[in-house]
């Protein structure tokens, strides 16, 4: 069978150095359907909701702030050590489609802890919209993808096994999700070493969420304890700051 060769564009060459990157991490996962009938009543009524996106990331660095263990990552150089980050640093998974590929690509959101959710929300939404040049991250990605092999091992290498490094390129946790697509149980891989997923929500007003984690930095217990606490604080802080930023008006009905 005789077929044709295509060119790697730029975006896929990415996803191929990711996936490289990624493979010797050992990840664990835990799912939980979560209760979020006090959000979703709150986010019906409000005037410009945030999307999941930005609420999951917010909730999510809201809990790290108060549990360093996820803001902690592996690190191998100068000699293997668990490296604690100051802050949150998200890593959000953008679909887009470039030259008419679909592609996937990574939005850094530093601290989204100490943003408002509108922020965190338009940081997203930004980055789905405008174009590359215009999207820091993205940039620094692209020119990067744009290297030799050789440099691209090399800037690969020294982003993944210096602990402050890690923090600038690939972030604390990560956020993935195709619930815009109808959903699914997904378990998308990282460098790790927190990736956080979720779906659709369900007739019964729960939401799955997937949290995937690098075994050398944390087990199993403090992330049953994290997702208890993600249900926690997406039905209170982020409820509370969606019914603060305004909501829908009510309109009369005439009689």
């Given at each position: 069978m005789r077929g044709q060769p295509k060119n790697i564009s730029l975006p896929r060459r990415l996803i191929i150095d990711l996936m490289r990157a990624s493979m010797g991490v050992p990840f664990v996962s835990l799912s939980r359907s979560l209760d979020i009938r006090p959000l979703l009543e709150t986010r019906a009524g409000a005037m410009a909701?945030?999307?999941w996106a930005a609420m999951f990331v917010k909730a999510f660095a809201l809990i790290a702030r108060d549990e360093p263990i996820l803001r902690t990552v592996y690190a191998k150089w100068p000699w293997p050590t668990l490296y604690e980050l100051p802050n949150s640093v998200a890593s959000v998974a953008i679909?887009?489609?470039?030259?008419?590929?679909?592609?996937?690509?990574?939005?850094?959101?530093?601290?989204?802890?100490?943003?408002?959710l509108a922020a965190v929300d338009a940081e997203i939404r930004r980055a789905?919209?405008?174009?590359v040049e215009d999207v820091p991250m993205f940039r620094k990605v692209m020119r990067a993808t744009r290297l030799?092999?050789?440099?691209?091992?090399?800037?690969?290498?020294?982003?993944?096994?210096?602990?402050?490094?890690?923090?600038?390129?690939?972030?604390s946790f990560a956020v993935s999700s195709v619930a815009a697509y109808g959903g699914g149980e997904l378990h998308p891989i990282t460098p790790g070493p927190f990736i956080v997923s979720y779906g659709?929500?369900?007739p019964d007003q729960t939401i799955h969420v997937v949290i995937r984690w690098d075994h050398r930095v944390t087990d199993?217990?403090?992330?049953?304890?994290?997702?208890?606490?993600?249900?926690?604080?997406?039905n209170t802080e982020i409820a509370a700051e969606l019914r603060t930023a305004?909501?829908?008006p009510i309109r009369a009905v005439g009689t």
């Open positions: 909701p945030a999307g679909a887009r489609v470039e030259d008419g590929e679909e592609c996937v690509m990574p939005q850094r959101i530093a601290a989204p802890e100490a943003m408002t789905k919209t405008a174009a030799p092999l050789p440099l691209r091992r090399l800037c690969w290498a020294v982003g993944l096994n210096f602990g402050r490094q890690r923090g600038n390129w690939f972030g659709v929500v369900e199993a217990a403090p992330i049953a304890r994290v997702l208890t606490r993600l249900e926690q604080v997406l305004g909501a829908k």
